[in-house]
Nanobody
């Protein structure tokens, strides 16, 4: 029973900032890569950023220099700091975690949060 709970979404004006949080809980043996994905209206879900357990990061070209992903392994939480927001950033943002549970330690499984709406007005 693993759960990812997201928070921090909302409505902001162009150029504003938001900080998303995603906390994992349950019978987790180890969390490997965590990341954020988003689904813009009428588009497919796309990768925004990922972060490894040791802090290595990857970003979509569209958010480089504006977004920063980080994690707190002790809190089992991943964050996404979003600055200089644009209307094109409007989407449902989903937290993702590749993890092993105590029940199945030999297998990595993807888990997803419920999604949080980010709306950037112009």
């Amino acid at each position: 029973q693993v759960q990812l709970v997201e928070s921090g979404g909302g409505l902001v004006q162009l150029g504003g900032s938001l900080r998303l949080s995603c906390a994992a809980s349950g019978s987790i043996f180890r969390i490997d890569t965590m990341g954020w994905y988003r689904q813009c209206p009428g588009k497919q879900r796309e990768l925004v950023a990922t972060i490894s357990p040791t802090g290595s990061t990857n970003y979509a070209d569209s958010v480089k220099g504006r977004f920063t992903i980080s994690r707190d392994n002790g809190k089992k939480t991943v964050y996404l700091q979003m600055n200089t927001l644009k209307p094109e950033d409007t989407a449902v943002y989903y937290c993702n975690a590749e993890l092993r549970t105590y029940a199945v330690t030999w297998r990595l499984d993807p888990y997803w949060g419920q999604g949080t709406q980010v709306t950037v007005s112009s």
